[in-house]
Nanobody
Framework: QVQLVESGGGLVQAGGSLRLSCAAS????????MGWFRQAPGMEREFVAT????????SYADCVKGRSTISRVNAKNTVYLQMNSLKPEDTAVYYC????????????WGQGTQVTVSS
C-alpha cells in the first residue's frame, strides 16, 4: 500500500505561482512512476504531468506545458509540481497518483489539494 498526501494548494492571483508537494509513505518510492492530475468542478479528472521512477523522463498536458515543472526527490519520497503563470482555468483539485513500474495504471491516489486562481 502507498499513501499519498498532497500539500501546497491555495488561493493565488492570476499570473502567480504555486508549488504542490506529494509525500508518499512507502519504502520503495523509486519503484513508482508518479503523476499529477486535476479535476475542475463539473469536469472529468484530467492528466497534468507525469515523471518516471528516476526523474529522467517527464511529460505534460498541453494546457500546462511551458508553465509547469514536475520533479521528484526519491530520498524524500516526494514529488513536486511547480506551477507558474497560473490562469483562472487552472482552478481545480489537484491529485497526486502513483503507478508501480509493473502496473498498467495508477493504483494509488491522494486526497487532493485545492488550487484556486482568481482573475
Amino acid at each position: 500500500q502507498v499513501q499519498l498526501v498532497e500539500s501546497g494548494g491555495g488561493l493565488v492571483q492570476a499570473g502567480g505561482s504555486l508549488r504542490l508537494s506529494c509525500a508518499a509513505s512507502t519504502r520503495t518510492f523509486s519503484d513508482y512512476h508518479m503523476g499529477w492530475f486535476r479535476q475542475a468542478p463539473g469536469m472529468e479528472r484530467e492528466f497534468v504531468a507525469t515523471i518516471n521512477w528516476s526523474g529522467s523522463s517527464t511529460s505534460y498536458a498541453d494546457c500546462v506545458k511551458g508553465r509547469s515543472t514536475i520533479s521528484r526527490v526519491n530520498a524524500k519520497n516526494t514529488v513536486y509540481l511547480q506551477m507558474n503563470s497560473l490562469k483562472p482555468e487552472d482552478t481545480a483539485v489537484y491529485y497526486c497518483a502513483a503507478r508501480h513500474l509493473r502496473a498498467s495504471g495508477y493504483g494509488y491516489w491522494g486526497q487532493g489539494t485545492q488550487v484556486t486562481v482568481s482573475s
